[in-house]
């Protein structure tokens, strides 16, 4: 236990009481150090922990299947453009693909593929409830059982490929290999009809628009055999009249039109019954989803390698996942927005069209009426004739296109799809979980935390002071010497090989003896001359000067006489409580004065519990209350068995020991040794317990703090 001296009345500017110091990282060592104990138990504990967790845990097998995803993209019907290679910087397909393998539809459809609403391992309820059983309840069973399978999939991207590890666990290592295959399976299947899904709509609506065409097909031609046979009109020759050129040409002109008209809504029904991924792959040439797609990856990418070096719960990596998801929130915002955009100006296009159109049709209507006016019969026969042919090459483009379509909706029986499995899943041989090494690992780091995090908790409950630093910055004095306990600073500071000091023979060899408190001088036996002993403090420095506690009374020595600008001649010794080791500083440091040659006088100033007086083996018959009160016939200077020191007991109890020190024949009689001696030392009571300390302290030149180290809390100090 150390102990610290330390002057408050140091005229130099002290730093602020309370002043917190910057971080130390040597200081939390210390503390860890100070309870390696309760560390290392924790560790034990922790390790226990592991093995508990290892023994309790079921056995968990888990299998895996490698799926390869390509990018492939659904362009528009009819486009020239290569439909089956999407843009490479869409940053969002393959996280879209992934959240897909996880998707409940994804495992609804294995649930269905593996019979598992008829499992009785699955869906023990099964029998009980088929009889009165409603679609809403089997379709809530399967959502259910969905949720619940999906619960032991993972999936792991292989990074910088496009190959991706399906794994699945269970308790069963056949279901495990069976539940991967049955998942790698149902992606490629929803794949396809997804990808298809989009080409048959737009198939249904070409039919009916060739159904369509060809009525009204028909029905011209009937229009124009009876016109024919109530005319009799044969042929005409447009070419000789310019009003019939012109109806010809706007009747082109209307034709297409009205072509494009159904090219776009073709396009306009098709964007609206797409889902949004179908028609987000279609805009490749996005600018804004691409950037935000490429932000989403390379986030993705630093998760997957910073997961290789912290855990998902660090505060790194959740903050990390919380801008992934907020980029993913902002990417889906973008692509809405997008789809919007696709979709607002597919009807524009379309409206754009319908009105092209009309206005056509109007003029064409009108142009109509007027050459029914010049020659009604030949317009009629000649517009029917036109209409008719401008009808027939339109069905011919619509069945080119039904063609193409139907043969994009045959390649579904193909099963052809841009997901392929590399590797099926094989029924493992042996467990994943648990790992005995993982849990003792786990186990031990979680211990060694928790001890030091213990460990620096105690130390921060504790209110003791414990370093001079600590002393400085809360209490904002200067700390004067720290003495060291007397187990760890008996032995000599000099050279043992040359026999120099106390460190060498036989006295070295003495069993070293922490004590828990310092022991009074009347409690150790000794002579006059006998060194003190292992565990006794009082007069180290005279009977053992060599040792490393004497070189620190000598250090307080020469600290206290340059702490202050003004000649010390008189200091009294004190302390905030009892059993700090004032009395054992103030012997010290009166020997150790004494050393220098001068005259020294130590004052035992505690009239309540006297000491000096069996440190100094001197009678306490008659000291410093018969002084102050008269009783003296001289002065008792009683010299001492170190050269140059005298002491002045306290003499008998007194009943009013303030009264006595406060008295003016204590100021007086302080005034009269002042002349006399070169050094005055008093040793005076706890300063929290009485005001004697106080009292003494405005009539001295300095005032020595003792603090015990681990013993004096803060607010005492």
Known sequence: MSHFASDPFDEEPAPKAGQESDFNLAEYFGMVRRHWKLAAVCCLLGLAGGGIHFAITPPAYQATATLQIERRNLTPVGSRDNSWYENYWDMEFYPTQYELLQSRGLAERVVKALDLMEDPAFNPGRRESAAGATAEDDEAVLGGLANAIRGGLSVAPVRNTRLVRLSYSAPNPE???????????????????????????????????????????????????AFRRRTDIVTLDPETNVTLQRLEALNTQLMEARKLRIEKESQYREAASSSKEALTDSLAGSGVVSDQRAQLIALERDYETKLKTYKPDHPSMLSLKAEIEKARQSLREVTQEQVDKARGAAAAAYQTARRQEDSLLAEYNLLKNEAIDQNSAAVTYTNLTVEIEARRTLLNELLRKQSETEVAVRLQDTRESNVRIIDKALVPGGPFRPSLRKDLSYGLLLGLLFGVGCAVLIEFLDRTVKSPEEIERRLGVPTLAVIQDLTES????????????????????????????????????????????????????????????????????????????????????????????????????????????????????????????????????????????????????????????????????????????????????????????????????????????????????????????????????
């Not at 070409?206 to 029905?219: A, F, L, Y």
């Not at 102050?628 to 020191?645: I, M, R, W, Y």
């Not at 020190?661 to 706890?686: G, I, N, Q």
């Open 175 to 225: 279901f495990a290999a069976k539940a991967a295959n049955a998942f790698a399976e149902a992606f490629i299947d929803m794949g396809i009809e997804d990808r298809f899904a989009s080409a048959g709509k737009a198939s249904t609506f070409i039919t009916s628009q060739i159904e369509t065409i060809k009525q009204e097909i028909q029905d011209k031609e009937t229009q124009l055999e």
């Open 490 to 717: 008996g032995k000599a500071y000099g050279y043992s090989a040359y026999g120099y000091g106390y460190g060498a023979g036989a006295e070295a060899e003495k069993p070293r003896v922490r004590p828990t408190r310092m022991a009074p001088a009347s409690l150790v036996e000794r002579k006059k001359g006998q060194p003190a002993a292992l565990g006794q403090i009082e007069l180290v420095p005279h009977e053992r000067p060599r040792t490393l506690i004497s070189e620190s009374y000598r250090s307080l020595r020469t600290a206290l006489l340059l702490s202050s600008a003004r000649e010390l001649k008189v200091v009294a010794v004190t302390s905030a409580v009892a059993g700090e080791g004032k009395t054992a500083t103030a012997a010290n440091l009166a020997v150790v004065l004494a050393q220098l040659g001068r005259q020294v006088l130590i004052v035992d100033c505690d009239l309540r519990k006297p000491r000096q007086h069996q440190v100094f083996q001197v009678s306490n018959r008659v000291g410093l209350v018969n002084q102050l009160t008269g009783s003296a016939d001289s002065e008792v200077f009683l010299p001492t068995v170190v050269p140059n020191l005298w002491v002045t007991p306290s003499g008998p109890i007194p009943p009013n020991p303030s009264e006595l020190l406060a008295s003016d024949r204590m100021r007086d009689w302080l005034k009269s040794v002042r002349s006399r001696f070169d050094f005055v030392v008093l040793d005076t009571p706890p300063a929290l317990a009485v005001t004697d300390a106080t009292i003494v302290g405005m009539l001295v030149d300095g005032v020595v703090l003792t603090l015990r180290s681990g013993k004096v809390t803060r607010e005492e100090a």
